[in-house]
């Protein structure tokens, strides 16, 4: 569907320093920063705008975890098979074991097998190895059944989380969840990677309040090294980056670039052929994150968290490698997949009749779409384009296991993405609590849901889905919009202009990266990569005509290359490329039409 450009209002910029330009103190008011202290983005501030003790649970947990070192207490910690799950365990593996611990292991649930969290199947596999004691990393706040088989067995379970609770919590015995009610810790955007982070940093206090690492005999661990697993986790996980997170993210990137990094990551950065001396937020999120998250995606999410594990880095390189081809097949899946949605989408019978949008058939307020051929491990992926291309909340569902003889009872699973002004949890527990059995079970965020419901309920689940999000979007919750910084002056488009702009980061969810707007004279157009259009675009200026090259990807082949097109609007995005250790300035294209 057709986007609309709208341009940010001007807002007040006095209350940053005059040293910053006026379009970045412009960029930064519209995007709220409210005072020059949130630029200050280094570790003193972090600790010291939130402290680790606010978060409820944390004493607890560390009481529990600084017992069970001093035991040699057998932890088994249980992750999720995404980026932030990876990173959440491959940093409390790696932080035990600076405590002090060698008995610890961790699980990652497979999602074919087990589905998503700590199942009772899973205690029942870390009792097997003889856990004393499960520690939940990105998961356990909704794991009611699973906590109580886990205290049944007599282990002791501390969950850290960061998805939103349900009425009811489980019987563990600490729960550390800024989203918990009653918690007063003031970044409620941690990710799952970033409450693990907290836990060790107080764990660490609280162990060194009792002398721990001096009776011990072994150094005070340097939580700090751990940020780069942080930063990779927090961005790949779109978490809002708030005030805090924007420093999380920094500092592991300046960690990165500085090369104080693990082998398993910057054999990462080596095989998506970037540059880790002037790695971005948003290559974590478009070249390492989706290699790490093949994994847990097509195979086992185990060996994207033992690449970040690695102690070498040619061991890594070869993990990472695997990793790598994983991900063109996850790309293959996908590509299949989003085909068939669309194909689906604009001939079947949406709900009650709705298909492809015309000015007679509009789309349903919500898309939900279920084939028994589709591959879970790629559903969210396929939900997220759709909802980009349709701006509708989108549910696509997929068989929960090979197993068809179970016919309409089989359980399929759903993922779920959403759209600003509508909470996708909220809508499901409204669904869920006005239709009792309906939904199996499900918990996310707001704008990223999972659930699981029975293949005969499609249906019905489709059009509850639709009528409710009828009722809780507003219609202008539907147009589709590009925010625009507005047009860029001449004299801006240079390259030590996109490299200040880069610096002025980290960009990411809720903190947009600058994006500007205007029209161009077409140089020279022609597709690469089947589907992508390069471009070069001129501009008339004071100083003459300058010429800019451009690229926008997943272009509709059967409109461009235009050859009637002379002169085109752009929305971009200011970039450098690097191409045989040369610099040019480009222009990353979010929407192009012709003038």
Not at 215 to 240: H, K, W, Y
Not at 297 to 317: E, F, H, K, V
């Amino acid at each position: 569907m057709s986007k609309k450009i709208i341009r940010r209002a001007q807002v007040a910029t006095a209350h940053l320093p005059d040293t910053l330009p006026e379009i970045i103190k412009q960029i930064y008011a519209s995007r709220g920063m409210k005072s020059a202290q949130e630029l200050e983005l280094n570790v003193a501030r972090l600790q010291g705008m939130t402290d680790d003790t606010a978060l409820m649970g944390m004493d607890k947990a560390c009481q529990l975890l600084h017992q069970a070192l001093l035991s040699k207490t057998a932890i088994v910690i249980v992750g999720d098979f995404d980026a932030d799950g990876a990173t959440s365990t491959a940093l409390m593996m790696i932080a035990l074991s600076l405590f002090g611990s060698n008995h610890h292991d961790f699980i990652v649930p497979n999602r074919f097998e087990y589905g998503y969290g700590l199942t009772p199947e899973i205690v029942d596999i870390a009792a097997q190895q003889q856990a004393q004691m499960i520690i939940t990393v990105d998961n356990g706040i909704s794991c009611i059944a699973g906590v109580k088989r886990a205290k049944d067995l007599g282990m002791q379970v501390i969950v850290t989380d960061h998805h939103l609770p349900g009425h009811t919590l489980p019987i563990a015995d600490a729960i550390v969840n800024p989203n918990q009610v009653g918690c007063n810790f003031p970044s409620k955007a941690l990710a799952g990677v970033g409450v693990a982070f907290y836990l060790m940093l107080g764990l660490r206090k609280y162990c060194r309040e009792r002398n721990y690492f001096s009776e011990q005999g072994i150094a005070e661990p340097n939580i700090a090294q751990l940020l780069d697993l942080v930063a990779l986790g927090t961005v790949a996980d779109v978490v809002s980056l708030d005030a805090n997170n924007r420093i999380l993210v920094d500092q592991g990137l300046k960690r990165i670039r500085a090369g104080q990094t693990r082998p398993g990551i910057q054999a990462l950065i080596e095989i998506a052929n970037k540059n880790q001396q002037r790695l971005v937020a948003s290559d974590f999120g478009f070249a390492i994150a989706p290699r790490i998250n093949a994994a847990g995606r097509l195979d086992d999410m185990s060996y994207g968290i033992n690449c970040l594990l690695a102690t070498d880095l040619s061991t890594a390189r070869v993990m990472a490698a695997e990793l790598d081809d994983l991900n063109k097949t996850r790309r293959e899946i996908e590509q299949g997949m989003q085909v068939e949605a669309e194909r689906v989408m604009n001939s079947v019978d949406l709900v009650g009749g709705l298909n492809q949008e015309s000015e007679d058939k509009p789309l349903p307020f919500a898309i939900a779409l279920y084939q028994k051929d589709w591959h879970q491990g790629v559903i969210g992926i396929v939900a997220g384009r759709l909802k980009e291309k349709c701006h509708r909340p989108c549910i696509i569902f997929a068989n929960a296991s090979d197993d068809s003889e179970q016919g309409d009872n089989a359980e399929i699973k759903g993922s779920a993405r959403s759209i600003p002004g509508l909470h996708i949890r909220d809508l499901l527990e409204h669904i869920d609590s006005q239709n009792p059995g309906l939904i199996l079970k499900f918990g996310g965020h707001a704008m990223a849901a999972g659930l699981s419901i029975k293949q005969k309920d499609f249906t019905q689940f489709k059009q509850q889905f639709n009528e409710l999000a009828e009722k809780w979007l507003k219609p202008e919750d539907l147009a589709s919009i590009i925010l625009s910084d507005g047009e860029l002056s001449a004299d801006l488009l240079t390259l030590e202009f996109a490299e200040q702009l880069r610096e002025a980061g980290p960009w990411g969810q809720n903190f947009p990266e600058p994006l500007f707007d205007d029209t161009f004279t077409i140089v020279q157009q022609r597709i690469v990569g089947e589907k992508h259009l390069k471009i070069v675009v001129q501009k008339d200026t004071a100083q003459g005509k300058q010429v800019f090259d451009g690229i926008a990807f997943n272009v509709d082949v059967k409109a461009w290359p235009n050859a009637q097109a002379k002169q085109v609007h752009l929305a971009y995005r200011l970039d450098v490329n690097e191409f045989r250790g040369k610099r040019t300035v480009q222009l990353m294209i979010e929407d192009i039409r012709v003038v």
